[in-house]
């Protein structure tokens, strides 16, 4: 297992990389973004099954595609296809590579921040406490967790304080995370969440549970690296995407595809929670993506432990002088329509002069 010292020096050498750079519904995930309002729910997060792991959690970096629609579909209902973005494999992604020239026009911006990628990190642990109200609870207590960029910033800033002496998943000298749920904008927000101040051993039930179950493997909820084929794929769903077609279950149902859509290929698809928007607080953050148009990928490592749904991942786009408020992800009225395709025009003209 991974020291603090381990981790703080991981984390310093990411930030210092990175300021030198231009499922089945098993109920394991626990839905945090549900609880009501103005309530604290305690979790106690695990060491990952992983032992080669720093870290106890696992990054993830994904691409959502919008199509306005399904071809073939009885409906046109706008929905999103997530692929995984390579630079999650430290390799260059061409999505990114093609979305990165827009930033440096105004008018792309908007477009840019939509298909940038969406950062979100699986931990696993208990459920100490908590004001949500779940019908059902897995028989497994050692439930996964779909942390956000917002509050994984809050986790990451305490491990990286000199006063935190011991690791929050040491089982006699760890903490709790107490997570607080408010309101600001409008928005879901939970900057007020904190480690617990005083440390806390594990209890001869969640002891038990860890010998029982075992500690789950986090990279099995990763999505797997595309091959050659899938990435040529993915870039033929991007244009599609951009230029606004519909998306075709024909071309793209056996490597990647919405969920719940039935091509009778062997892909593995599954439907997952989503969590309310989180408060923005960068100019470059894209607007919410509306739940019933989460996706998921179907190219999985595993059959049944696939990649869950980004909660409400804040946008990594790079930052511009002039950053605008995004746009929906979706238009919704006439007017958005024209604007979408006016940029699309830009977009194609762009290409066309390359």
């Known amino acids: 297992m991974a020291s603090l010292a381990d981790i703080r020096a991981k984390l310093a050498a990411q930030e210092n990389k990175s300021s030198n750079r231009a499922s089945v519904s098993d109920n394991a995930i626990f839905p945090f973004w549900n609880i009501p309002e103005g309530t604290t729910s305690t979790m106690r997060f695990l060491p990952d099954g992983d032992t080669s792991n720093t870290f106890f959690w696992q990054e993830r970096a994904m691409i959502k595609l919008p199509f306005p629609g399904i071809k073939g579909a009885a409906d046109t209902k706008p929905t999103l296809v997530q692929v995984p973005c390579m630079e999650m494999f430290n390799e ?62 809050i986790i990451r800033s305490a491990l990286m304080n000199p006063d935190m002496e011991d690791l929050p998943t040491d089982t006699t000298n760890g903490r709790d995370f107490k997570l607080t749920k408010t309101q600001k904008g409008g928005y879901a927000d939970y900057s007020t969440s904190t480690w617990s101040f005083k440390a806390r051993s594990l209890s001869e039930a969640e002891q038990g549970a860890i010998t029982q179950y075992g500690l789950h493997n986090l990279s099995d909820y990763m999505p797997k690296k595309p091959s050659q084929e899938e990435l040529n794929v993915i870039q033929e769903m991007f244009k599609a995407s951009v230029d606004g077609e519909l998306y075709d ?87 958005s329509k024209v604007s979408a395709d006016d940029i699309l025009s830009m977009i194609r003209s762009r290409q066309a002069n390359k």
């Open 92 to 153: 260059p992604c061409p999505v990114l590579a093609e979305v990165r020239t827009w930033f440096k026009d105004p008018a792309l911006e908007d477009m840019g921040r939509k298909y940038w990628k969406k950062r979100s990190y699986i931990f696993q642990g208990f459920v100490v406490n908590s004001t949500l109200d779940e019908e059902t609870t897995p028989e497994n207590p050692i439930r996964r967790f779909v942390i956000n960029p917002s509050i994984y910033q």
């Open 249 to 335: 279950p024909e071309r793209f149902g056996q490597y990647y595809k919405p969920a719940g859509l039935n091509t009778g290929s062997k892909a593995t698809t599954t439907s997952v929670p989503v969590s309310a928007p989180v408060q923005a607080t960068a100019t470059t953050q894209p607007a919410p993506v509306q739940t019933e148009a989460v996706v998921q990928p179907a190219p999985v490592q595993a059959e049944v432990k696939v990649a869950e749904t980004v909660t409400a991942s804040v946008s990594e786009a790079p930052a511009t002088a002039t950053a605008t408020a995004p746009a929906p992800a979706t238009a919704t009225t006439s007017q």
